[in-house]
Every structure is written in C-alpha cells, then in structure tokens.
C-alpha cells in the first residue's frame, strides 16, 4: 500500500490538484467523484484533511467510507 505525507494529502483539496481525497482512521479515500464533495468541501469539512476526530459527531456511519477507493494509508 503507499503511504501519503499530510502535505501530500493537502495537495488533493480539489483546488490543488483535480483529486479530492480525505483521511480517515489512517486510511486515504478518493472523494473525486462524489456529488457530495464538489469542489473539495462537504459541509463544514474541506478535503485534503485527515478527518477522524471532526466526523465522530457526524450524522452516518463509517460505511459511508464502504463506496470509496482506498487510494492508500496517511504516514505519521
């Protein structure tokens, strides 16, 4: 699996580059084409972000992850 720096994931905002990704629980998903993540922002959350600790309020589950590509594993 390859392992991305959080700079490097911060390059995948959907304004950086064309991805859109997002961390969660160390994993890195590719958010690109989701409705719900246009242009890098999904409510009050921007991708190219590790977002473990702000979606533990969030209204789903975490298989709401179950229909995204694990494009690889967020480094320490």
Do not use: C
Request: hydrophobic residues 35%; without cysteine.
């Amino acid at each position: 699996m390859t392992y991305f720096t959080k700079s490097q994931l911060a390059l995948r905002n959907g304004q950086d580059k064309d991805e859109v990704w997002i961390a969660y629980k160390g994993f890195i998903y590719d958010v690109t084409h989701s409705r719900l993540w246009r242009n890098g922002k999904h409510y009050e959350h921007w991708a190219g972000q590790d977002l473990t600790k702000e979606l533990a309020d969030a209204p789903h589950t975490v298989n709401v992850f179950d229909k995204f590509e694990i494009v690889g594993k967020l480094k320490d």
